[in-house]
């Protein structure tokens, strides 16, 4: 590895998002011990925050069903801060209940976007933020809140969004009770140079509780983008391993930013993730193996690491 640049985060933690965003895009349904031996083993090759599952209906996302169970096992590995995806109040009352360590609320500033996707305006999933808010606070929970704002950088099915919305709904986020809030490109339509003019804006308004980018590989750009939300300080990042999952109203898109090509860049960069990159590699492949026929993505592990470099076992 070599020294980063004096502008860039030391440290960046990458958030598996792999067992929720990836599966939930996949018809192949993952059995739960499957999801507890992935847990098992990305824990192992140092992953300390993944997203498990989402708790909406079984009849919608029955890849998902098992969301309650594979949370539960996530609860007894030290060491991880396991979070999910939560569609409304009731999948929050069962994260609170299942005493997730953070939930996360997605809100499309994509109008369009958030009807097709939630059947709610972006405002009503604003309110329903706050109603989340006072039943975790009335309960006592530590659980933190995540709002989500998707689409950020436009919308397959509306087309542009304008960035007053995006940080218009980021301001509303938070000032209905959210912890933290994030960003994400659902659809893959960021470049760099967006990804530098809206996240500079974005963090000039939640400051350190802006805790997250969300970048999808739709064009190839997904690496570059977290390389421009690096410039500006940002130190968390969801990825899915094999780069699996992607968003149903993106036609031919090619899934998230991949776990391992992520960490990777990273490390060669100089920038510590904690992650066992070859440990990476190896469940990469377990997954494969349960989603044969599926699609995958990623390049890592088609080239294997350079010989130049140092791993952590070695370094």
């Not at 949370?71 to 929050?92: D, H």
């Amino acid at each position: 590895m070599t020294a980063p640049l004096a502008s860039l985060p030391r440290k960046v933690v990458i958030r598996e998002v792999g067992l929720r965003d990836g599966l939930q895009s996949i018809a192949t349904v993952v059995s739960t011990e499957h999801k507890r031996e992935w847990l098992r083993d990305a824990v192992q090759a140092g992953q300390t925050e993944i997203e498990v599952g989402s708790f909406v209906p079984a009849k919608l996302m029955p890849q998902l069903a098992d969301t309650e169970k594979v949370l539960a096992y996530a609860k007894t590995l030290p060491g991880l801060f396991a979070s999910v995806l939560v569609p409304n109040l009731r999948g929050a009352e069962r994260a609170l209940d299942g005493d997730a360590d953070l939930m996360i609320l997605p809100l499309s500033a994509s109008h369009a976007h958030s009807l097709a996707n939630l059947h709610k305006t972006p405002d009503d999933v604003v309110a329903e933020l706050g109603r989340i808010r006072a039943a975790r606070d009335a309960a006592g929970r530590k659980t933190l809140i995540e709002g989500g704002v998707g689409t950020a950088f436009g919308c397959t099915i509306q087309g542009h969004v304008e960035e007053t919305e995006v940080l218009r709904l980021m301001q509303a986020l938070l000032d209905a009770g959210a912890d933290r809030v994030s960003l994400a490109d659902t659809v893959g339509y960021a470049d760099p140079a967006s990804v530098s003019r809206l996240f500079e804006k974005a963090l000039k308004i939640a400051g350190d509780r802006f805790c997250c980018g969300h970048f999808h590989d739709t064009r190839g750009l997904a690496l570059v983008n977290v390389h421009a939300a690096l410039q500006l300080g940002v130190g968390r990042f969801d990825a899915s391993l094999a780069g699996i999952g992607g968003c149903p109203h993106a036609p031919g898109a090619s899934g998230n930013a991949s776990t391992e090509d992520l960490a990777f860049m990273l490390e060669a960069m100089g920038i510590d993730t904690g992650l066992d990159i070859p440990a990476l590699l190896t469940l990469r492949a377990k997954v494969a193996g349960w989603l044969e026929g599926e699609p995958t993505h990623g390049t890592l592990w088609r080239a294997g690491l350079p010989r130049t470099f140092a791993t952590p076992a070695t370094a």
